[in-house]
């Protein structure tokens, strides 16, 4: 089974500054990938950013970055030069390669607040 | 490029009415298609998944149920709706070559 696991509920940052939200995931599937979305007040879900859990390299995204770190089963979001658009509820997801079964598993989101 | 449409975009229905929730995509063929459910405050809840006209995997037990009866349009039913129903519904797409799943601007369903 995998599970996702979002630790703050919570966050703030001055626009301008850089933040970092966590997630941390397990899985025993070995081909998968992970997923951060943003959800604004409009509440449609946003793609952010995507890692394939076979790439060591960072996934990038303009200001948006994640620290992928397998071992310890950890896929961080750092949000650069933060914006007052950028506060949203950010959630993190996992999904097992192989279109067909499609499950993303979310985590219970992230709830991100800017200050002008 | 592709789009994904959901309508009614509010709801408020009494307990005990039918329900019906419309996805549709453009810009795409032969889609995977996706339900969720997210209730006040929580993340997201997949119900049904499609991979192609009439195949639908439920994954959780409960009141609804979804159809695919063409191509690029899913739908979401009741007979006879829960108060347990009320919450944020999402529908998604992907292809078929990979994981990303693509969201539409969801529907606001209360029960009364």
């Known amino acids: 089974a995998q599970t996702v696991t979002q630790s703050q509920p919570e966050m703030s940052v001055q626009e301008a500054e850089t933040v970092t939200l966590s997630c941390t995931y397990d899985t025993s599937e070995s081909d998968y990938y992970l997923f951060w979305y943003k959800q604004p007040p409009s509440r449609q879900m946003i793609l952010v950013i995507r890692?394939?859990?076979?790439?060591?390299q960072n996934a990038t995204e303009n200001r948006f970055s994640v620290n992928f770190q397998k071992a310890a089963k950890s896929f961080s979001l750092k949000i650069s030069d933060s914006q007052l658009g950028d506060a949203a509820m950010y959630f993190c997801?996992?999904?097992?390669?192989?279109?067909?079964?499609?499950?993303?598993?979310f985590g219970k989101g992230t709830k991100l607040s800017v200050k002008p | 490029s592709q789009t994904i449409h959901q309508w009614p975009a509010t709801l408020v229905q009494p307990v005990g009415s039918p329900l019906s929730l419309e996805c549709t995509v453009e810009?795409?063929?032969?889609?995977?298609l996706y339900w969720y459910r997210q209730a006040a405050g929580r993340g997201l809840q997949l119900l049904f998944y499609s991979v192609g006209i009439g195949q639908i995997s439920s994954e959780v037990p409960q009141n609804l149920s979804a159809s695919r009866p063409q191509d690029r349009q899913f739908i979401l039913s009741s007979k006879k709706l829960l108060l347990s129903d009320s919450g944020f519904y999402l529908c998604?797409?992907?292809?078929?070559?990979?994981?990303?799943?693509?969201f539409g601007p969801g529907t606001r369903l209360t029960v009364l």
């Open positions: 810009g795409t063929s032969n889609p995977n």
């Open positions: 997801a996992g999904g097992r390669n192989g279109g067909s079964q499609g499950n993303l598993i």
């Open positions: 890692q394939e859990a076979y790439k060591q």
């Open positions: 998604a797409w992907s292809t078929t070559r990979t994981d990303t799943q693509y």
